[in-house]
């Protein structure tokens, strides 16, 4: 399944550049990112996100609640692909879609197959890409958080990461720890790899049937990148769909 010209070189693009997602190259900088529909607002929008309380700080980035319409985003999707949606509770302040690449829009979550975006089919993925900073990528305070979810069971990681395209430069396993009883697995997505992760700590698990890959990019420490991954993973709200 193809994504326009690479999810992941879209969202690069957009923070600077080119990447893949579900196997279609976009255009990127900086650590290659992947482009979806535009957020209809958001833990979201720089400004209101920044009112937002702080709940808790985590390797220096601070964070807080999302917004009613990520929630909102949730449910969408989970309502378009057919199967839940595990949706963050918790975000870093200030983060919100990456801009749109070519006239294809970002979400922090929605189903593939968002309009804009050509040669992109839906097939029941769905994926989202959000950040800190946008151009500024590579900057203090920047960070990027990706998430895939497949419509089924994808035992092999490099599909689940990649999409249907599994790219040369494969992932690599960083371990794997137990969640609220659910086994996930550490991979670090190679800076060279072309997809929406590249550069990304990435969790991946399965649960209920699908497949699951969700993961910042590492933008100082590996051991930052894992502790603002298990932030989010640790405060997630399963969505099903209506």
């Known amino acids: 399944m193809a994504i326009p010209g690479s999810i992941g070189d879209r969202i690069r693009a957009s923070l ?16 290659g990112t992947a482009s979806a529909p535009k957020s209809s607002g958001a833990v979201g929008r ?4 920044h009112q937002r ?8 980035v601070p964070f807080v609640h999302v ?52 040669d992109v089919r839906p097939d029941g993925w769905f994926f989202g890409s959000s950040d800190v900073g946008g151009k500024n990528a590579g900057a203090a305070g920047f960070q990027h958080f990706v998430v895939f979810g497949a419509p089924r069971v994808v035992r092999q990681p490099a ?10 430069q494969g992932v690599q396993s960083r371990g794997k720890l137990q969640i609220k009883g659910k086994t996930m697995r550490w991979y670090f997505v190679p ?10 700590l990435v969790l991946v698990w399965t649960q209920n049937g699908h497949t699951y890959s969700y993961g910042f990019h590492i933008t100082g420490t590996t051991g930052a990148a894992r502790a603002l991954d298990l932030e989010v993973l ?6 099903s769909p209506r």
């Open 159 to 168: 599909r689940a990461i990649d999409g249907p395209a599994v790219y040369p």
């Open 53 to 60: 309380r702080v709940v808790t700080v985590v390797a220096a």
């Open 191 to 200: 800076p060279d790899n072309p997809s929406a992760f590249r550069g990304h």
């Open 67 to 118: 917004s009613a319409e990520v929630t909102g985003e949730c449910q969408t999707t989970a309502d378009a692909v057919g199967y839940a949606v595990p949706c963050p509770e918790l975000l870093p302040a200030g983060m919100s879609p990456t801009e749109p690449v070519h006239g294809c829009r970002f979400a922090f979550v929605a189903e593939v197959g968002w309009a804009g975006c050509s």
């Open 234 to 239: 640790e405060h997630l709200n399963i969505v």
């Open 16 to 31: 600077v550049g080119t990447v893949a997602v579900l196997g279609v190259t976009l255009s990127v900088t900086a650590c």
């Open 46 to 49: 720089p400004a209101a996100q």
